[in-house]
Structures are given as structure tokens and as C-alpha cells.
């Protein structure tokens, strides 16, 4: 098997998928036309990347039936290609979870403390102790999440350390699940923006959380108070923000915007950060060696499992609810051609077989396929299916 990877990817990583027969091509550098290239030439199984877009057009270029995103999002890769062409998409959910706490609560420190602006004083030889000794401190206010996945709930005992009450709103979060969490939960985002002195963000990027934080979010925010974003830029209207920031004198610390640069490296050129009240950093959330090693353990697992079974764990492309209508199970002997028969007379009836299981029992002497059709054969056709073969010890047909 075939492995590129188009991103920065630990050492350890790649000499374990070599020592694992895995023939690895590693090229941090590739994007856009390069990456377009080396996937059409290299006749990659697998690709792996970290923040590198991969587009419809390279997908459709090359070979490759799994597309491995080493971190937890995926909208770097075109999902909807991928799901046309029979391309698995995976992605490493909850391994830069801590990663992504810890920097979130270095923005809310950097905010309180005005650390960025204390620092950059002092390399200019600025001494001005009586401006930056004015901070409200972080014991007693109310942090707000929004999101409460593995990263949001990272949060929480960060949070419990410093002597912050915990409010939060997730689609998921009972108040059930609240009460364990020890957190008070909201039943809007509106009311986490209303009831919090900060407010940080943990949502992957969907069609129903972009731009979630927008004009009535930050009107509902108290004014004064801290927005942290370490989630995806699209979740927050920009505009929005830099209205909330003037006139709200909202604070905020951003891990990511929407005028970042694609690459490594470059000049930021988006007027965002030259208001007073914003800090940002890299978009280096999950940057750290620790959640590297092991978002690069779990890609390795990923894609051995793939090598081995044909089957890869955490794919985010999978259809939630198959097409199919109705469950064939047929009983028979563990003999050459048995189901080849079965699918030429399927197919002929005009049915598309959405999955198919064959499940062998010891010995191998007899098996249980279970074939999900998207309708059901017609009672004739079910009896010529199994009188045809005396191979075929039974069948049954369930509407699902």
C-alpha cells in the first residue's frame, strides 16, 4: 500500500506505516498544483494531510480510496467528491483535544492580563506598570461554552482550577449529562452569551453552525466580556465581531479568521487585528508535540486497520441511514458461486444491492449473507433464487 502525505507528519509515524510494508511518500511542501501532481503520478492508496485542501479535481485525479485528516476536522477535503468516487474520509477526533484547551485558556489569560500588549511594550522598551496593572481576574466569572465535545468538556476542569462556574450549550447536552459534567446548561446559544463572562467556541464547522456567532450572538454578549474562538473561522460572522469589538467593547483572542493564509507561512493582511481588543495567534491549536505523537498514532491505526480489513475506523463520509427497503438473509453451503447467482438474479430484477455481509461460520462449511436491497424481490423471483441452487439451505425476506 501506498501512503502520501502532503502535511508535516512526525518521524515516528511514517517509520511505523514503513514498518508495516507500507511505501510511504512524504512531502511536506505539496499543495494546490503540486499536490494535484504528486497524487495523479505517485498512485497513492491513501492520502494524508493535516490542513491542506484537497480538492474534487485531485480526488478524481488519482487512485486513492482513503483520505486520511490527521486532527479532528475534515473541511479541508471536498467530502462530497469523495463520497461520489467511494472514497473514505477519515479524521482523528479528540486527540488535540487537550492541545486545543490549554491554548484556548492562554487566550482567555492573555486577555484578562493583557499579556500581548504587556509584552510588546517591554520589547520596545516601554515601562508602564500603572496601565497594565489593571485586570479584572478570572476566579468567580462565569466561562460559557459553546460546544461541549471532547475539546469543550477539556475545558471544564481547566475552568474548575482557576474558580470558574461553567455554563454550556451543545445539540447533544442533557441536563443530565450537565449535572456529571458539573456544569449548568443552557437551552440556546443566546442565553451561554447572555449568562457568561466569556465565551469560548467549540463546534466543528456544519451547515448549521456557520456563522452561529453573529449579529444577535454578540448583542447578546455582556459588554466588556472575552470571545474565544479555537474552533473554525466560519463559525463566526467576522463582520459581526469587529462590530461587537467597537461598539460592545467585546475582548477577543482568535486561534483562526477567515483572512488566514493557506500556507506555513505569510503575511497577514486581514484589518481585523488591528483593533484594539483582538489578539490572535497561528492557528496553532493542535500544534503541540504531544498532540502530535498522538494524532500521528492514531493515523497509523487508521489507516493498518484500512490495509488489513478493507475497513476504516472514525470515516466521517459514511451514509447515517442506508437507502435500502428490505433485508435478504440467505442460509447456505460455503460453495464456489452461490451468491454470484444470487446477485445475476438480483440484478436482473432490476434491484440495487446497498450493502452485503457474508458471515462464515467454523469450519466453512456454511455461511449467512444478509443483503440490503433498496426493494423487495418479487415472491417468484425469491422462490427461483432458492430453488435454482441446492446450495441455498434457506432465505427470508425483512422489510426494515
Not at 126 to 145: D, I, M, P, Q
Not at 152 to 169: C, D, K, L, N, Y
Not at 230 to 253: F, H, N, P, W, Y
Request: charged share 25%; glycine share 8%; proline share 3%.
Amino acid at each position: 500500500m501506498k501512503i502520501l502525505i502532503a502535511d508535516k507528519f512526525p518521524e515516528s509515524g511514517r517509520a511505523e506505516l514503513a514498518d508495516a510494508g507500507c511505501e510511504v511518500v512524504y512531502d511536506s511542501e505539496l499543495k494546490d498544483a503540486s499536490l494535484l501532481e504528486a497524487i495523479k503520478t505517485s498512485g497513492a492508496d491513501v492520502i494524508v494531510v493535516r490542513s491542506t485542501v484537497v480538492t474534487g479535481p485531485m480526488l478524481e485525479a488519482g487512485r486513492a480510496s482513503l483520505v486520511v485528516r490527521a486532527g479532528a476536522g475534515y473541511n479541508n477535503i471536498d467530502l462530497k467528491t469523495a463520497s461520489a468516487r467511494g472514497i473514505f474520509v477519515a479524521n482523528c477526533p479528540g486527540k488535540n483535544s487537550i492541545a486545543v484547551a490549554e491554548l484556548a485558556f492562554g487566550l482567555i489569560l492573555a486577555l484578562d492580563r493583557r499579556i500581548t500588549e504587556n509584552a510588546a511594550d517591554m520589547k520596545r522598551g516601554v515601562w508602564n506598570k500603572k496601565e497594565y496593572s489593571k485586570a479584572r481576574g478570572l476566579f468567580g466569572r462565569t466561562l460559557g461554552l459553546i460546544g461541549v465535545g471532547r475539546i469543550g468538556q477539556e475545558m471544564i476542569p481547566r475552568a474548575t482550577s482557576f474558580g470558574m462556574p461553567v455554563i454550556a450549550w451543545s445539540r447533544s447536552l442533557t441536563e443530565d449529562r450537565a449535572g456529571e459534567l458539573g456544569i449548568e446548561s443552557k437551552q440556546s446559544p443566546l442565553e451561554v452569551a447572555a449568562g457568561a463572562d466569556i465565551v469560548s467556541i467549540h463546534l466543528a464547522l456544519k451547515d448549521e453552525t456557520r456563522n452561529l456567532c453573529g449579529e444577535q450572538f454578540f448583542a447578546a454578549m455582556r459588554p466588556g466580556s472575552f470571545f474565544i474562538n479555537t474552533s473554525r473561522a466560519e463559525v463566526v460572522d467576522q463582520t459581526a465581531l469587529e462590530q461587537a469589538v467597537r461598539e460592545r467593547r467585546i475582548r477577543a483572542g482568535l486561534d483562526v479568521f477567515s483572512g488566514e493564509p493557506a500556507g506555513g507561512t505569510g503575511t497577514v493582511e486581514d484589518k481585523l487585528f488591528e483593533l484594539d481588543g483582538i489578539i490572535g495567534t497561528h492557528h496553532i491549536g493542535a500544534s503541540t508535540d504531544q498532540a502530535q505523537e498522538a494524532i500521528s498514532g492514531e493515523t497509523v491505526r487508521i489507516i493498518l486497520e484500512y490495509k488489513e480489513k478493507g475497513r476504516a475506523p472514525n470515516v466521517v463520509n459514511i451514509s447515517k441511514k442506508s437507502p435500502a427497503t428490505h433485508l435478504l438473509v440467505i442460509r447456505h453451503f460455503d460453495r464456489v458461486g452461490v451468491l454470484a447467482d444470487v446477485f445475476d438474479r438480483i440484478k436482473a430484477a432490476g434491484i440495487n444491492v446497498q450493502e452485503t455481509e457474508n458471515i462464515v461460520f467454523e469450519g466453512a462449511q456454511a455461511a449467512v449473507a444478509s443483503i440490503h436491497l433498496d426493494q423487495a424481490p418479487p415472491e417468484e423471483e425469491l422462490r427461483a433464487i432458492k430453488e435454482n441452487s441446492s446450495d441455498i439451505i434457506d432465505l427470508s425476506i425483512l422489510k426494515l
